[in-house]
Nanobody, 127 residues
Framework: QVQLVESGGGLVQPGGSLRLSCVASGRTHRDDGMGWFRQAPGKEREFVAAIRWSGAGTWYGDAVNGRFVISRDSAKNTVFLQMDSLKHEDTAVYYC????????????????????WGQGTQVTVSS
């Protein structure tokens, strides 16, 4: 059974940057997908970004496109989310998830398609 552990959250001022990490322990496959989602109080879980373990393909939510970058280090079984130009509205708990199996855009944007989740890491953007 794969387990995911996120880290890197914290408090940052508007315009600042943070880098989140998600380490996967256990067996993953190159065709699996890894996604970042976020959830603010009282809101549904929102798609942020996704990538295939093979590195062939990245996808972003409209709210973060151009500001966030997802990447992975397959040797370390780690996925990263570099977040720049942070805004107040980026404040949320960020979760990484593992999609086992077919990983295409429509599937990766749907949180119900993920079988494993991390515990989440809080990101707060405030002056």
């Amino acid at each position: 059974q794969v387990q995911l552990v996120e880290s890197g959250g914290g408090l940052v001022q508007p315009g600042g940057s943070l880098r989140l990490s998600c380490v996967a322990s256990g067996r993953t496959h190159r065709d699996d997908g890894m996604g970042w989602f976020r959830q603010a109080p009282g809101k549904e879980r929102e798609f942020v970004a996704a990538i295939r373990w093979s590195g062939a393909g990245t996808w972003y939510g409209d709210a973060v496109n151009g500001r966030f970058v997802i990447s992975r280090d397959s040797a370390k079984n780690t996925v990263f989310l570099q977040m720049d130009s942070l805004k107040h509205e980026d404040t949320a708990v960020y979760y990484c998830g593992l999609r086992q199996g077919r990983a295409i855009s429509a599937i990766l944007r749907d949180p119900s398609q993920y079988s494993v989740w991390g515990q989440g890491t809080q990101v707060t953007v405030s002056s």
